[in-house]
């Protein structure tokens, strides 16, 4: 859920997006849950070679912004893959199972 919303809100054409009050909310939940975890497990952010996020298939459908440009997530988005890849981790997944 977290890299679809990252997808809807940074690449997708505002006419295909649901607007930020429509995802605001899940953003935050992610973010809360992401603290919660971290203070709970004591789990510390860290640095991780993520794979590009894959843009061909939403590009062949025409759902892709026409001023696109590939960014680098920022530092929450990072934040919560870090430490959502450590929860996959934890229960024995791998994060390709998750990425694929």
Do not use: C
Not at 5 to 27: D, G
Request: charged content about 35%; cysteine-free; glycine content about 4%.
């Amino acid at each position: 859920m977290n890299e679809a919303v990252y997808i809807l809100k940074r690449y997708i054409k505002k006419t295909f997006r649901p607007v930020n009050s429509q995802l605001a909310p899940i953003v935050s939940a992610l973010n809360d849950y992401v603290e919660v975890v971290m203070e709970v497990s004591g789990a510390v952010p860290k640095d991780h070679d993520f794979d590009r996020i894959e843009l061909n298939d939403l590009k062949s459908k025409g759902l892709l912004r026409n001023d696109l440009k590939v960014e680098e997530p920022d530092d929450m988005m990072k934040k919560r893959r870090s430490v959502l890849r450590a929860l996959v981790k934890e229960d024995g997944w791998d994060w390709t199972d998750v990425a694929s």
